[in-house]
């Protein structure tokens, strides 16, 4: 119990400090073809909690369409977009951010869903509920959660 | 499961992936499907002329299931369908409503007076002056002709019906009709089906036009098409409506989803259900 506490009042003051210097979606700078230079936390992000993000299928479940030999312990990997190995090597980091956050920036009309984007869908719904989305939408994943990604991500290099 | 962007695994196509492999999969694609050793289904055929820009050829969803799947449907003693088959032959028999009538008195023995009505449904209704899908000329008749209460749109009573009326159909090919009157529907229904909705971003094309035989995580994804409707999805155990999978499909994009029976999924109806016609009438059929 007191440990609970102690986390929580933790998380409390880490999501202060984070907001402080967070982008938020409507503000995030995309270059020419859709690469994001600054971090969206303003800090790096933490690539054992990316390479989570990116197996769940509650949170990014990038595997539902994307299959890695990285990631060979996570079950059902998908066959929609091209294979995640060696993207830490075909992209960089800035690159990797854009496509995390939108991918539509960089590859016009792509199927790859926008995980930092809270605006301009159509029946935009509340998660997975069927119900209408709130005003006050919150993208798919949160701005720590696309740095974690891009963290992971650039573990997959070639060898 | 839908899309599976989401949620727990269904145990069934836990198997089917498991059996098949992600690889291997595809290889089913090959198979026929004769029901009772009698029916001849016809599970791939040449895309019907509107699709000719987009499609060579258009599959039945059976032919992307596992082996195990596909086995149910090729015996209606194996097929879990017909318990629910069975159900509505009791309801057909059975007088309901102020006017003290059943189906049976009127249209006698359905294996006779239904064949080839599932086959063309949605359906314009000339009289009434409006698109018309199977759930509503039920609904039309319990209500005009027997002074009954309405059936809930995707209940079980009615799902069950549209299976049991569907049944001396199968085989038969899907004929669906979208010119005339019934053609503004089908236009609409044609704009929602490449429309991305929700917060995906994603239209039915995405998946089962651009990417049919394709696994998005555990989902061998199938062209969507309904010539299997009502069926059975070992998933939840019951027969499931067109309009309920379509609305499954839709939440699974993050959308705001339309109603079973709304005006919408109507006209989505008809227009999936014109991308269907050469393909036998297969319902009720059996799904993960």
């Known amino acids: 119990m007191k440990q609970a506490v102690v986390g929580a009042i933790a998380l409390m003051a880490s999501t202060v400090t984070v907001q402080a210097a967070e982008t938020v979606p409507g503000d995030v700078d995309y270059g020419e073809y859709g690469e994001v230079q600054q971090s969206l936390t303003g800090a790096p992000g933490d690539s054992e909690a990316g390479r989570e993000v990116v197996s769940n299928r509650a949170l990014g479940n990038c595997v539902a369409c994307h299959a890695a030999e990285a990631l060979v312990d996570v079950p059902w990997h998908g066959e929609i977009g091209p294979v995640l190995d060696g993207a830490g090597s075909r992209w960089s980091e800035a690159e990797l951010r854009g496509i995390v956050a939108n991918a539509k920036m960089m590859f016009e009309g792509t199927m790859m869903p926008a995980f930092y984007k809270t605006e301009g869908f159509t029946r935009a719904g509340d998660a997975y509920t069927g119900d209408p989305a709130p005003e006050d939408l919150p993208p798919i994943l949160t701005a720590q959660q696309v740095e974690d990604v891009v963290a992971y991500l650039m573990t997959l290099t070639d060898e | 499961m839908g899309i599976s962007l989401r949620g727990t695994l269904g145990l069934a196509s836990a198997v089917a992936a498991l059996t098949l492999g992600t690889g291997t999969a595809i290889a089913d694609e090959e198979a026929e499907l004769v029901v009772n050793e009698e029916i001849e289904m016809v599970v791939r055929a040449e895309a019907p002329d509107h699709l000719a820009d987009t499609l060579d050829t258009i599959y039945s969803g059976w032919v992307f299931r596992s082996d195990e799947t596909q086995a149910l449907q090729a015996d209606d003693f194996d097929n879990p369908g017909f318990v629910f088959v069975d159900v509505a032959m009791d309801a057909w028999n059975a007088a309901d409503g102020a006017a003290g009538k059943s ?53 079980s009573d009615m799902v069950n019906m549209t299976a049991l009326i569907s049944v001396p159909s199968r085989g038969l090919p899907v004929n669906v009709a979208y010119d005339g009157p019934a053609q503004e529907y089908w236009e609409m229904g044609k704009e929602l089906y490449y429309t991305r909705t929700g917060q995906l971003e994603l239209a039915c094309a995405n998946c089962h036009e651009d990417h049919y035989g394709d696994m998005i995580r555990a989902d061998h994804l199938s062209q969507g098409q309904i010539n299997g409707f009502p069926v059975y999805r070992l998933k939840n155990a019951k027969l499931n409506s067109a309009h309920a999978r379509f609305k499954g499909c839709i939440r699974d994009t993050r959308a705001h989803t339309y109603k079973p029976g709304s005006a919408e999924f109507v006209a989505l109806e008809l227009y999936v259900a014109t991308r269907g016609n050469g393909l036998s009438v297969e319902a009720p059929s059996v799904r993960n």
């Open chain 2, 103 to 155: 189906c049976a008195d009127c249209h006698n023995d359905p294996m006779d007076s239904m064949v080839g009505v599932r086959a063309v449904y949605p359906k314009w209704n000339d009289e009434a002056g409006e698109l018309r899908t199977l759930e509503m000329q039920i609904n039309a008749c319990r209500t005009g002709q027997m002074e009954a209460e309405e059936w809930k749109y995707d209940g």
